[in-house]
């Protein structure tokens, strides 16, 4: 069985400081990592995914996150975060298997402060 | 336009009242999948369903029902055996193969 780990449940940052999220998970087979971001009362948007390649991965609006195999990490950064990124940020995982369920974590709230 | 539909976006019932939680795509995915969200604790899987007329239960099963007559469809019945079934509740579906879920807005149930 999967799981994951979101080492902090609120990041507050003033805009324009960098961001890390960070994401462990613990499982015993290959699995594939993804970011979701939930705004308030809106479903999750998936923000990227690792499924194989390069360990870096990126999004269109600037967030990076690393895949890192021997440490269990997925960590999310942005080197300068807007207003706009106030969210809730999931990290989930999943195993090699297609169409299982992902696992969450518990998410991290970023606020972002002007 | 192609999603995922959940309606309505906010119910109010009250105890030992079923209701259903309603969810569409159109998007031709064969999973489907509801989850429940409450504050601190992620996202939690009630039941997910592969394919049409097949459905597994999750992890916090236990009063709440589901049904896959159609690939489009997977509705979500909250009994009145849930202790605690106020929640803000999610639906999500993925394609063959693939493993990235995509999710609708979601449906707010409040129950007094």
């Known amino acids: 069985a999967q799981s994951v780990t979101q080492l902090d449940s609120q990041v507050p940052v003033f805009e324009e400081a960098p961001v890390e999220l960070r994401c462990n998970y613990s499982s015993s087979v290959s699995v594939y990592l993804f970011w979701y971001v939930q705004y308030p009362n809106q479903g999750l948007q998936l923000l990227l995914k690792?499924?194989?390649?390069?360990?870096l991965v990126k999004s269109i609006n600037g967030f990076e996150a690393e895949f890192n195999k021997s440490q269990t990490s997925f960590h999310l950064r942005k080197p300068s975060v807007h207003i706009s990124d106030t969210a809730e940020y999931f990290c989930?995982?999943?195993?090699?298997?297609?169409?299982?369920?992902?696992?969450f974590g518990k998410g991290t709230r970023l606020s972002v402060i002007a | 336009d192609g999603g995922i539909t959940q309606s309505p976006k906010y119910l109010f019932r009250k105890e030992g009242q079923n209701v259903t939680l309603s969810c569409e795509q159109n998007?031709?995915?064969?999973?489907m999948y509801w989850y429940r969200q409450d504050p601190g604790q992620g996202l939690r899987l009630i039941y997910y369903?592969?394919?049409?007329?097949?459905?597994q239960k999750g992890d916090i099963a236990e009063g709440y029902s589901v049904s896959r007559e159609k690939k489009e469809s997977f509705p979500l019945t909250v009994t009145s055996a849930q202790k605690n079934p106020t929640a803000f509740y999610l639906c999500?579906?993925?394609?063959?193969?693939?493993?990235?879920?995509?999710f609708g807005p979601g449906t707010r149930l409040t129950v007094t």
């Open positions: 999500a579906s993925s394609p063959q193969g693939r493993w990235e879920q995509y």
């Open positions: 998007l031709n995915h064969d999973a």
């Open positions: 989930a995982v999943s195993a090699y298997s297609g169409n299982t369920p992902l696992v």
């Open positions: 690792y499924l194989s390649g390069s360990t």
């Open positions: 369903s592969q394919i049409v007329n097949d459905f």
